[in-house]
Protein backbone atom coordinates (compact mmCIF):
# COMPACT_ATOMS: atom_id res chain seq x y z
CA UNK A 1 0.00 0.00 0.00
CA UNK A 2 1.18 3.27 -0.66
CA UNK A 3 1.81 5.14 2.82
CA UNK A 4 0.56 8.58 1.14
CA UNK A 5 -3.00 7.26 1.37
CA UNK A 6 -3.45 6.45 4.49
CA UNK A 7 -5.24 8.56 7.27
CA UNK A 8 -3.69 10.46 9.97
CA UNK A 9 -5.33 7.83 11.85
CA UNK A 10 -4.40 4.87 10.42
CA UNK A 11 -0.88 6.54 9.92
CA UNK A 12 -0.72 7.24 13.62
CA UNK A 13 -1.54 3.92 14.83
CA UNK A 14 1.74 2.46 12.17
CA UNK A 15 3.86 4.71 14.06
CA UNK A 16 3.53 4.03 17.05
CA UNK A 17 3.84 0.08 16.47
CA UNK A 18 7.27 0.82 14.62
CA UNK A 19 5.40 -0.44 11.54
CA UNK A 20 6.57 2.47 9.34
CA UNK A 21 8.56 5.47 10.41
CA UNK A 22 8.09 9.21 9.84
CA UNK A 23 10.72 9.40 7.15
CA UNK A 24 9.00 6.65 5.27
CA UNK A 25 5.78 8.97 5.33
CA UNK A 26 7.38 11.85 4.40
CA UNK A 27 9.58 10.31 1.65
CA UNK A 28 6.25 8.51 0.35
CA UNK A 29 4.40 12.14 0.25
CA UNK A 30 7.49 13.61 -1.34
CA UNK A 31 7.27 11.47 -4.12
CA UNK A 32 3.67 11.97 -4.55
CA UNK A 33 4.68 15.26 -4.80
CA UNK A 34 7.17 14.99 -7.38
CA UNK A 35 5.04 12.62 -9.98
CA UNK A 36 1.65 15.16 -9.61
CA UNK A 37 2.59 18.40 -8.99
CA UNK A 38 3.67 18.97 -12.24
CA UNK A 39 -0.33 18.72 -13.43
CA UNK A 40 -1.76 19.67 -10.47
CA UNK A 41 0.05 22.67 -9.31
CA UNK A 42 -1.36 21.98 -5.67
CA UNK A 43 1.98 23.37 -4.22
CA UNK A 44 3.98 26.38 -4.38
CA UNK A 45 6.86 25.51 -2.28
CA UNK A 46 7.95 21.99 -1.88
CA UNK A 47 9.97 22.12 1.43
CA UNK A 48 11.93 18.75 0.81
CA UNK A 49 14.77 19.03 2.89
CA UNK A 50 13.04 20.95 6.18
CA UNK A 51 10.72 18.03 6.19
CA UNK A 52 13.01 14.54 6.05
CA UNK A 53 15.12 16.93 8.97
CA UNK A 54 11.33 17.24 10.81
CA UNK A 55 10.52 13.97 10.20
CA UNK A 56 14.00 12.14 11.50
CA UNK A 57 13.39 14.69 14.70
CA UNK A 58 9.88 13.40 15.11
CA UNK A 59 11.34 9.45 14.42
CA UNK A 60 13.81 10.35 17.52
CA UNK A 61 11.38 12.01 19.45
CA UNK A 62 9.10 8.64 19.22
CA UNK A 63 12.19 6.50 19.95
CA UNK A 64 12.04 8.51 23.40
CA UNK A 65 8.96 7.59 24.14
CA UNK A 66 7.04 10.61 23.24
CA UNK A 67 3.98 9.33 21.53
CA UNK A 68 1.07 12.08 19.81
CA UNK A 69 -1.36 11.50 17.42
CA UNK A 70 0.40 13.89 15.00
CA UNK A 71 3.60 13.10 15.90
CA UNK A 72 5.79 12.46 12.38
CA UNK A 73 2.16 12.84 10.29
CA UNK A 74 3.12 15.13 7.12
CA UNK A 75 1.08 18.01 6.00
CA UNK A 76 0.66 20.90 3.77
CA UNK A 77 -0.24 24.56 5.00
CA UNK A 78 -2.02 27.10 2.43
CA UNK A 79 0.42 29.74 1.14
CA UNK A 80 -1.02 32.66 3.57
CA UNK A 81 0.04 31.13 6.55
CA UNK A 82 3.71 32.19 7.72
CA UNK A 83 6.04 29.52 8.11
CA UNK A 84 9.91 31.12 9.60
CA UNK A 85 12.37 30.05 6.66
CA UNK A 86 9.75 28.63 4.11
CA UNK A 87 8.11 31.16 1.64
CA UNK A 88 5.04 32.47 2.22
CA UNK A 89 3.34 34.42 -1.27
CA UNK A 90 -0.32 34.27 -0.50
CA UNK A 91 -0.01 33.30 -4.13
CA UNK A 92 0.80 37.39 -5.00
CA UNK A 93 3.59 38.53 -6.89
CA UNK A 94 3.78 40.95 -4.29
CA UNK A 95 4.62 38.51 -2.08
CA UNK A 96 6.43 36.43 -4.41
CA UNK A 97 9.78 36.25 -2.22
CA UNK A 98 8.94 37.10 1.60
CA UNK A 99 10.18 34.60 3.85
CA UNK A 100 8.72 34.59 7.30
CA UNK A 101 11.03 35.55 10.14
CA UNK A 102 8.27 33.74 12.20
CA UNK A 103 5.59 30.78 12.73
CA UNK A 104 1.99 31.66 13.21
CA UNK A 105 0.48 30.29 16.29
CA UNK A 106 -1.20 26.84 14.60
CA UNK A 107 2.34 26.25 12.76
CA UNK A 108 3.93 26.93 16.03
CA UNK A 109 1.06 24.26 17.49
CA UNK A 110 2.08 21.56 14.54
CA UNK A 111 6.07 22.16 15.10
CA UNK A 112 5.57 21.29 19.15
CA UNK A 113 3.25 18.15 17.97
CA UNK A 114 5.64 17.00 15.33
CA UNK A 115 3.86 17.16 12.28
CA UNK A 116 6.08 17.58 9.46
CA UNK A 117 5.16 20.17 6.97
CA UNK A 118 6.13 19.52 3.70
CA UNK A 119 5.38 22.45 1.91
CA UNK A 120 3.12 25.94 1.49
CA UNK A 121 -0.09 25.33 -0.74
CA UNK A 122 -1.69 27.25 -3.96
CA UNK A 123 -4.95 29.44 -3.33
CA UNK A 124 -6.71 32.28 -4.94
CA UNK A 125 -4.45 35.61 -4.25
CA UNK A 126 -4.32 36.96 -0.88
CA UNK A 127 -7.36 34.29 -0.56
CA UNK A 128 -9.71 36.25 -2.84
CA UNK A 129 -11.57 34.03 -5.24
CA UNK A 130 -13.44 30.14 -5.15
CA UNK A 131 -11.44 28.69 -7.66
CA UNK A 132 -7.56 29.32 -7.04
CA UNK A 133 -8.13 30.46 -10.45
CA UNK A 134 -6.47 33.65 -9.40
CA UNK A 135 -3.33 33.05 -7.97
CA UNK A 136 -0.29 35.11 -10.23
CA UNK A 137 1.33 31.60 -10.23
CA UNK A 138 -1.39 29.59 -12.23
CA UNK A 139 -4.68 27.41 -11.74
CA UNK A 140 -4.57 24.43 -9.49
CA UNK A 141 -6.23 21.52 -11.22
CA UNK A 142 -9.31 19.33 -9.64
CA UNK A 143 -7.94 15.55 -8.88
CA UNK A 144 -11.07 14.18 -10.03
CA UNK A 145 -10.98 16.16 -13.75
CA UNK A 146 -7.68 18.58 -14.38
CA UNK A 147 -9.52 20.21 -16.52
CA UNK A 148 -11.82 22.01 -13.41
CA UNK A 149 -11.49 23.80 -10.62
CA UNK A 150 -10.59 22.78 -7.15
CA UNK A 151 -12.61 25.34 -5.87
CA UNK A 152 -11.35 28.02 -3.72
CA UNK A 153 -9.55 30.02 -2.13
CA UNK A 154 -7.98 27.34 -0.25
CA UNK A 155 -7.59 24.84 -3.74
CA UNK A 156 -4.20 23.55 -3.32
CA UNK A 157 -4.83 22.41 0.15
CA UNK A 158 -7.74 20.35 -0.82
CA UNK A 159 -6.54 19.20 -3.97
CA UNK A 160 -3.05 17.85 -2.05
CA UNK A 161 -4.83 15.61 0.49
CA UNK A 162 -6.92 14.23 -2.42
CA UNK A 163 -4.50 13.53 -4.87
CA UNK A 164 -2.68 11.97 -1.65
CA UNK A 165 0.26 14.65 -1.25
CA UNK A 166 -0.36 15.21 2.24
CA UNK A 167 -2.17 13.29 5.00
CA UNK A 168 -3.58 16.67 6.12
CA UNK A 169 -3.53 20.46 5.03
CA UNK A 170 -4.04 23.59 6.77
CA UNK A 171 -7.09 26.05 5.12
CA UNK A 172 -8.22 29.34 5.89
CA UNK A 173 -12.04 30.03 5.69
CA UNK A 174 -13.81 33.55 5.30
CA UNK A 175 -17.14 32.84 3.77
CA UNK A 176 -15.99 29.07 2.27
CA UNK A 177 -12.60 28.90 1.35
CA UNK A 178 -12.07 25.53 3.56
CA UNK A 179 -15.42 24.04 2.52
CA UNK A 180 -15.99 24.91 -0.91
CA UNK A 181 -12.72 23.25 -2.29
CA UNK A 182 -13.50 20.05 0.15
CA UNK A 183 -16.53 19.71 -1.94
CA UNK A 184 -14.99 20.07 -4.93
CA UNK A 185 -12.41 17.64 -4.01
CA UNK A 186 -14.46 14.78 -2.23
CA UNK A 187 -12.74 15.53 1.29
CA UNK A 188 -13.62 16.81 4.50
CA UNK A 189 -13.10 20.53 5.48
CA UNK A 190 -13.67 22.26 9.14
CA UNK A 191 -14.80 25.87 9.20
CA UNK A 192 -14.42 26.40 13.11
CA UNK A 193 -15.73 28.54 15.45
CA UNK A 194 -14.85 32.05 14.75
CA UNK A 195 -11.99 32.30 17.78
CA UNK A 196 -11.65 28.77 18.58
CA UNK A 197 -8.08 28.82 16.52
CA UNK A 198 -5.65 31.72 16.45
CA UNK A 199 -5.03 34.20 13.48
CA UNK A 200 -1.29 35.14 14.52
CA UNK A 201 0.36 34.92 11.81
CA UNK A 202 -2.32 34.23 9.14
CA UNK A 203 -2.07 36.67 6.45
CA UNK A 204 -5.22 39.15 6.86
CA UNK A 205 -8.25 38.81 3.88
CA UNK A 206 -11.87 39.86 6.22
CA UNK A 207 -10.67 40.16 10.22
CA UNK A 208 -14.03 39.53 11.17
CA UNK A 209 -14.40 35.94 9.24
CA UNK A 210 -11.02 34.59 9.08
CA UNK A 211 -10.18 31.20 10.71
CA UNK A 212 -7.97 28.61 10.37
CA UNK A 213 -8.83 25.28 10.32
CA UNK A 214 -8.43 21.24 8.89
CA UNK A 215 -9.13 19.79 5.55
CA UNK A 216 -8.62 16.32 5.72
CA UNK A 217 -9.29 12.52 4.21
CA UNK A 218 -12.14 11.81 7.54
CA UNK A 219 -13.43 13.88 10.07
CA UNK A 220 -11.88 11.69 12.92
CA UNK A 221 -8.76 12.63 11.37
CA UNK A 222 -9.88 16.93 11.30
CA UNK A 223 -11.26 16.33 14.83
CA UNK A 224 -6.87 15.17 15.94
CA UNK A 225 -6.17 18.16 13.91
CA UNK A 226 -8.30 20.78 15.99
CA UNK A 227 -7.45 19.59 19.23
CA UNK A 228 -3.99 20.70 18.24
CA UNK A 229 -4.60 23.77 16.47
CA UNK A 230 -7.57 25.08 19.42
CA UNK A 231 -6.83 27.24 22.27
CA UNK A 232 -6.55 30.60 23.39
CA UNK A 233 -3.44 32.84 22.57
CA UNK A 234 -2.25 35.98 23.78
CA UNK A 235 -1.22 37.37 20.17
CA UNK A 236 -5.00 36.96 18.70
CA UNK A 237 -7.91 38.78 21.64
CA UNK A 238 -10.04 36.81 19.34
CA UNK A 239 -9.39 33.27 20.93
CA UNK A 240 -11.44 31.93 23.51
CA UNK A 241 -11.27 28.84 25.26
CA UNK A 242 -14.47 26.63 24.13
CA UNK A 243 -13.69 23.53 25.63
CA UNK A 244 -13.67 20.20 24.02
CA UNK A 245 -16.76 18.12 25.05
CA UNK A 246 -18.95 15.94 22.73
CA UNK A 247 -20.58 12.77 23.51
CA UNK A 248 -17.33 10.41 22.26
CA UNK A 249 -19.37 7.38 22.78
CA UNK A 250 -22.28 8.25 20.33
CA UNK A 251 -22.74 5.67 17.71
CA UNK A 252 -25.35 6.49 15.65
CA UNK A 253 -27.49 9.54 15.59
CA UNK A 254 -30.35 8.84 17.65
CA UNK A 255 -32.65 11.61 18.75
CA UNK A 256 -30.67 14.06 17.05
CA UNK A 257 -32.17 16.98 15.20
CA UNK A 258 -31.64 17.81 12.38
CA UNK A 259 -32.12 21.51 10.98
CA UNK A 260 -33.66 21.36 7.23
CA UNK A 261 -34.81 24.90 5.75
CA UNK A 262 -36.01 25.16 2.38
CA UNK A 263 -33.88 28.65 1.84
CA UNK A 264 -31.06 26.35 1.35
CA UNK A 265 -32.87 23.96 -1.15
CA UNK A 266 -33.21 26.50 -3.80
CA UNK A 267 -34.12 25.84 -7.47
CA UNK A 268 -30.33 27.11 -8.17
CA UNK A 269 -29.38 24.00 -7.13
CA UNK A 270 -28.46 20.90 -9.78
CA UNK A 271 -31.41 18.55 -9.39
CA UNK A 272 -28.82 15.61 -8.38
CA UNK A 273 -26.51 16.96 -5.92
CA UNK A 274 -29.82 17.90 -3.92
CA UNK A 275 -30.78 14.26 -4.61
CA UNK A 276 -27.74 13.69 -3.05
CA UNK A 277 -27.85 15.68 -0.18
CA UNK A 278 -31.51 14.27 1.08
CA UNK A 279 -29.68 10.54 0.59
CA UNK A 280 -27.71 12.22 3.43
CA UNK A 281 -30.81 12.75 5.43
CA UNK A 282 -32.63 9.72 4.55
CA UNK A 283 -29.40 7.53 5.61
CA UNK A 284 -29.42 9.76 9.06
CA UNK A 285 -32.98 9.47 9.56
CA UNK A 286 -32.51 5.44 9.46
CA UNK A 287 -29.85 5.66 12.22
CA UNK A 288 -32.29 7.28 14.46
CA UNK A 289 -32.03 11.21 13.98
CA UNK A 290 -35.31 13.62 13.37
CA UNK A 291 -36.29 15.95 10.69
CA UNK A 292 -37.40 19.35 12.61
CA UNK A 293 -38.15 22.23 10.14
CA UNK A 294 -36.49 25.46 10.67
CA UNK A 295 -36.62 29.23 9.35
CA UNK A 296 -34.06 31.31 7.56
CA UNK A 297 -35.68 34.54 6.31
CA UNK A 298 -33.14 36.82 6.21
CA UNK A 299 -30.27 34.03 4.52
CA UNK A 300 -30.99 35.04 1.18
CA UNK A 301 -29.02 38.64 1.78
CA UNK A 302 -26.15 36.90 3.40
CA UNK A 303 -23.91 36.90 0.07
CA UNK A 304 -25.22 40.38 -0.06
CA UNK A 305 -23.98 41.00 3.17
CA UNK A 306 -20.90 39.29 2.90
CA UNK A 307 -19.63 40.71 -0.40
CA UNK A 308 -19.65 44.47 1.01
CA UNK A 309 -17.92 43.61 4.61
CA UNK A 310 -15.22 41.57 2.76
CA UNK A 311 -14.19 44.48 0.71
CA UNK A 312 -14.20 47.10 3.30
CA UNK A 313 -11.94 44.67 5.47
CA UNK A 314 -10.04 43.51 2.32
CA UNK A 315 -9.46 47.48 1.65
CA UNK A 316 -8.19 48.25 5.09
CA UNK A 317 -5.89 44.85 5.36
CA UNK A 318 -3.93 45.49 2.01
CA UNK A 319 -3.44 49.14 2.55
CA UNK A 320 -0.30 47.70 4.16
CA UNK A 321 1.26 46.02 1.20
CA UNK A 322 2.21 49.99 -0.49
CA UNK A 323 5.86 49.11 -1.39
CA UNK A 324 7.54 51.10 1.39
CA UNK A 325 5.60 49.15 4.47
CA UNK A 326 5.62 45.35 3.31
CA UNK A 327 5.41 43.81 -0.42
CA UNK A 328 7.24 44.65 -3.77
CA UNK A 329 8.53 47.36 -4.88
CA UNK A 330 8.41 49.41 -8.11
CA UNK A 331 10.72 51.90 -8.59
CA UNK A 332 10.12 55.22 -11.20
CA UNK A 333 8.03 58.12 -10.83
CA UNK A 334 8.46 61.39 -9.73
CA UNK A 335 6.57 61.24 -6.13
CA UNK A 336 5.23 59.18 -3.38
CA UNK A 337 2.37 58.58 -5.29
CA UNK A 338 3.90 57.10 -8.11
CA UNK A 339 5.34 54.43 -6.22
CA UNK A 340 2.74 53.51 -4.27
CA UNK A 341 0.31 53.20 -8.07
CA UNK A 342 3.19 50.89 -9.37
CA UNK A 343 4.02 48.90 -6.85
CA UNK A 344 0.28 48.27 -5.95
CA UNK A 345 -0.04 47.96 -9.60
CA UNK A 346 2.24 45.51 -10.65
CA UNK A 347 1.79 43.80 -7.21
CA UNK A 348 -2.07 43.01 -7.30
CA UNK A 349 -3.81 40.65 -9.64
CA UNK A 350 -7.53 42.11 -11.14
CA UNK A 351 -9.14 40.49 -7.72
CA UNK A 352 -7.57 41.67 -5.47
CA UNK A 353 -7.57 45.43 -7.36
CA UNK A 354 -11.43 45.13 -7.78
CA UNK A 355 -12.10 44.03 -4.09
CA UNK A 356 -9.66 46.87 -3.16
CA UNK A 357 -11.86 49.12 -5.07
CA UNK A 358 -15.26 47.80 -3.72
CA UNK A 359 -14.38 47.88 -0.41
CA UNK A 360 -12.71 51.35 -0.51
CA UNK A 361 -16.56 52.53 -2.26
CA UNK A 362 -18.49 51.07 0.32
CA UNK A 363 -16.31 52.82 3.34
CA UNK A 364 -16.33 56.05 1.70
CA UNK A 365 -18.18 59.43 2.94
CA UNK A 366 -21.36 59.29 1.80
CA UNK A 367 -21.45 55.43 1.13
CA UNK A 368 -20.57 53.81 4.11
CA UNK A 369 -24.40 53.78 5.52
CA UNK A 370 -25.75 53.16 2.93
CA UNK A 371 -24.04 50.43 2.38
CA UNK A 372 -20.93 48.82 4.92
CA UNK A 373 -23.28 49.64 7.72
CA UNK A 374 -26.78 48.36 6.16
CA UNK A 375 -24.68 44.80 5.67
CA UNK A 376 -23.29 44.87 8.90
CA UNK A 377 -27.24 44.79 10.13
CA UNK A 378 -28.17 42.77 7.93
CA UNK A 379 -25.40 40.06 9.51
CA UNK A 380 -26.64 40.52 12.64
CA UNK A 381 -30.17 39.76 11.64
CA UNK A 382 -28.74 36.46 9.96
CA UNK A 383 -26.74 35.33 13.10
CA UNK A 384 -29.86 35.67 15.25
CA UNK A 385 -32.08 33.35 12.71
CA UNK A 386 -28.97 30.78 12.72
CA UNK A 387 -28.51 30.63 16.19
CA UNK A 388 -32.77 30.94 16.97
CA UNK A 389 -32.72 27.78 14.47
CA UNK A 390 -29.65 25.96 16.11
CA UNK A 391 -31.92 26.09 19.45
CA UNK A 392 -34.25 23.54 17.90
CA UNK A 393 -31.85 21.54 16.20
CA UNK A 394 -28.47 19.86 16.70
CA UNK A 395 -27.46 21.18 13.34
CA UNK A 396 -28.74 22.48 10.02
CA UNK A 397 -27.90 20.26 6.63
CA UNK A 398 -27.42 21.70 4.01
CA UNK A 399 -25.85 21.45 0.79
CA UNK A 400 -22.47 22.58 0.06
CA UNK A 401 -22.06 23.80 -3.01
CA UNK A 402 -25.21 24.56 -6.19
CA UNK A 403 -23.08 22.03 -8.49
CA UNK A 404 -19.87 19.85 -8.81
CA UNK A 405 -16.90 21.42 -9.85
CA UNK A 406 -16.91 23.86 -12.92
CA UNK A 407 -14.43 23.49 -15.84
CA UNK A 408 -11.14 25.98 -15.69
CA UNK A 409 -12.43 29.28 -17.41
CA UNK A 410 -15.78 28.83 -17.17
CA UNK A 411 -17.19 31.00 -14.81
CA UNK A 412 -15.34 34.96 -16.48
CA UNK A 413 -18.38 36.92 -14.46
CA UNK A 414 -17.06 37.60 -10.93
CA UNK A 415 -20.91 37.84 -9.82
CA UNK A 416 -21.06 34.37 -10.83
CA UNK A 417 -18.57 33.26 -8.76
CA UNK A 418 -18.91 35.64 -5.84
CA UNK A 419 -22.63 33.12 -5.76
CA UNK A 420 -19.98 30.03 -5.51
CA UNK A 421 -20.98 30.52 -1.65
CA UNK A 422 -24.21 31.09 -1.60
CA UNK A 423 -24.28 28.01 0.79
CA UNK A 424 -21.61 28.95 3.05
CA UNK A 425 -21.62 32.71 4.45
CA UNK A 426 -24.29 32.53 6.50
CA UNK A 427 -22.32 30.47 8.32
CA UNK A 428 -19.19 32.85 8.28
CA UNK A 429 -20.98 36.05 9.08
CA UNK A 430 -22.34 34.50 12.43
CA UNK A 431 -18.96 32.65 13.48
CA UNK A 432 -20.40 29.45 13.28
CA UNK A 433 -18.63 25.95 12.88
CA UNK A 434 -19.26 24.24 9.57
CA UNK A 435 -18.22 20.77 8.37
CA UNK A 436 -18.53 19.41 4.72
CA UNK A 437 -18.55 15.96 4.41
CA UNK A 438 -18.63 14.40 0.93
CA UNK A 439 -22.37 12.91 -0.18
CA UNK A 440 -21.51 11.26 -3.08
CA UNK A 441 -20.79 11.38 -6.96
CA UNK A 442 -22.38 13.54 -9.59
CA UNK A 443 -20.95 12.46 -13.58
CA UNK A 444 -18.25 11.50 -11.65
CA UNK A 445 -17.05 14.70 -9.94
CA UNK A 446 -17.54 14.62 -5.77
CA UNK A 447 -20.68 16.64 -4.12
CA UNK A 448 -20.85 17.11 -0.68
CA UNK A 449 -23.45 18.01 2.28
CA UNK A 450 -22.52 21.19 5.01
CA UNK A 451 -23.54 20.80 8.93
CA UNK A 452 -24.16 24.01 10.63
CA UNK A 453 -23.86 23.71 14.55
CA UNK A 454 -23.96 25.45 17.29
CA UNK A 455 -21.41 28.04 18.13
CA UNK A 456 -18.50 26.36 19.76
CA UNK A 457 -19.84 22.94 18.99
CA UNK A 458 -16.92 22.06 16.56
CA UNK A 459 -16.30 18.65 17.85
CA UNK A 460 -20.15 17.48 18.27
CA UNK A 461 -19.94 18.58 14.11
CA UNK A 462 -16.78 16.77 13.75
CA UNK A 463 -18.80 13.45 16.02
CA UNK A 464 -21.72 13.45 13.66
CA UNK A 465 -19.29 13.51 10.68
CA UNK A 466 -17.24 10.27 11.65
CA UNK A 467 -20.79 8.44 12.24
CA UNK A 468 -22.13 9.52 8.55
CA UNK A 469 -18.37 8.45 7.75
CA UNK A 470 -18.55 5.25 8.88
CA UNK A 471 -21.88 4.98 7.36
CA UNK A 472 -20.63 5.31 3.89
CA UNK A 473 -18.00 4.35 1.10
CA UNK A 474 -16.87 7.72 -0.59
CA UNK A 475 -13.58 7.72 0.93
CA UNK A 476 -12.71 4.28 -0.51
CA UNK A 477 -13.24 6.09 -4.50
CA UNK A 478 -9.96 7.75 -5.11
CA UNK A 479 -9.39 10.20 -8.15
CA UNK A 480 -7.43 8.42 -11.09
CA UNK A 481 -4.30 10.31 -11.43
Known sequence: MDLSQLTVKEASEKLAQREISAVDLAKACLARIAALNGGLNAYLTVAKEEALAEARAADQRRQAGEAGPLLGIPYAAKDNILTKGVRTTAASKMLENYIAPYDATIIKKLRQAGAVLLGKTNLDEFAHGASTENSAFGPTKNPWDAQRVPGGSSGGSAAAVAADMCLFALGTDTGGSIRHPAAYCGVVGLKPTYGRASRFGLIAMTSSTDVPGPIAKTAADAEAIMRVLSGVDKQDATTYDFGIETDSARQDFQNVKIGLTPEFFTDGIQPAVKEAVLAVLNLMKEQGAQEQA??????????????????????????????IKYGRAESGGENLFDLYAASRGAGFGPEVKRRIMLGTFALSAGYYDAYYLKAQKARTVIARELNEALAKADFILTPATPHPAFRIGEKTDPVSMYLEDVFMSSASLAGLPALVLPAGFVDGLPVACQLIGRRGADYDLLRFGEIYGNLTNWRQTRPKL
Do not use: C, M, Q, W
Open 294 to 323: VSLPHTKYAIAAYYLITPSEISSNLSRFDG
